[in-house]
C-alpha cells in the first residue's frame, strides 16, 4: 500500500470498513489494535452503566476511574473471544483470514463508540440519578432521549460495518460474513452477561470497601 493510501482508521472505517481493515491488516501493529480497542470500550461500558444503580452508592469520579480500567481489559478479552470464534466459524464459509487479521480488523468495530463517550459524561455529570436508575424522564429529558437514540444509531451502524470488515479479513462475501456473525453473537451475549454479572459483583465489592 503506497503513501497516496495512507488512512485514518478513527475517520476511514465510517464509511470505508473493507479499505479500512485491509489497511489495518496490513499496516498497523497489535499496540495499535489495543488502543483502538481501549478507547472504544469506554463508550461501549458507558453505554452499559444504565440501570446499574452505582449511583450514589460510588462517586461519580470512582465510576469514571473503573470505566477507564475496565475498558482495555474486558476490551481485549471481548475481542480476543469474540474474534475467536469469528475465524471459526468463518472457517466453516471457506474464510481465508488468520486470527491475528480478525482480532486486529474487529477492533475496527470500537471506533463508532468513541462517539459515545461525552454524551454518556455529560448525562453521568448533569443528571446521574436518571441514568443510573434507568429513569430517562427526569428534568432534563432531552439529554438522555438524544443519547439513547446516538446508541441505538451507533450500535446499529457498528454491525453494517462489522459484516464489511469480515467479509474483507476473511475474504467472503457479505452474507456469509452477516452469517459468520450471528452465530457468535449469540454466543458472545451469553458470555458477556456471565462477565458482567461478575463484574457487577467485583464493582459491588469495592463500592462497599468505598463506602465504609
Known amino acids: 500500500m503506497n503513501e497516496q ?3 485514518n482508521p478513527f475517520l476511514s472505517v465510517w464509511l470505508h470498513p473493507k479499505k479500512t481493515a485491509r489497511y489495518v491488516m496490513e499496516q498497523k501493529g497489535i499496540p495499535y489494535t489495543l488502543f483502538i480497542i481501549a478507547i472504544g470500550y469506554i463508550g461501549s461500558l458507558c453505554a452499559g452503566l444504565t440501570d446499574t444503580e452505582l449511583y450514589p452508592m460510588m462517586s461519580l469520579w470512582v465510576i469514571l476511574l473503573l470505566l477507564v480500567i475496565l475498558s482495555p481489559i474486558l476490551g481485549i478479552i471481548s475481542n480476543a473471544l469474540y474474534s475467536l470464534i469469528v475465524w471459526l466459524i468463518g472457517k466453516l464459509f471457506k474464510g ?25 459524561l455529560i448525562w453521568m455529570f448533569v443528571e446521574p440519578e436518571s441514568l443510573f436508575s434507568g429513569d430517562v424522564f427526569g428534568d432534563f429529558i432531552v439529554l438522555p432521549i438524544i443519547t439513547l437514540i446516538v446508541t441505538f444509531v451507533v450500535t446499529v451502524w457498528c454491525f ?24 457468535p453473537t449469540i454466543i458472545l451475549i451469553i458470555v458477556l452477561v456471565v462477565i458482567f454479572l461478575l463484574i457487577a459483583l467485583l464493582i459491588l465489592a469495592i463500592g462497599t470497601v468505598f463506602a465504609v
Open 96 to 120: 481465508t483470514g488468520t486470527y491475528q487479521d480478525i482480532f486486529k480488523s474487529m477492533s475496527l468495530v470500537a471506533i463508532p463508540y468513541i462517539v459515545l463517550i461525552p454524551f454518556y
Open 160 to 183: 453494517v460495518i462489522s459484516i464489511a470488515i469480515v467479509a474483507e479479513a476473511h475474504k467472503i462475501s457479505n452474507w456469509k460474513a452477516f452469517f459468520t456473525l450471528f452465530i
Open 5 to 7: 493510501e495512507r488512512l
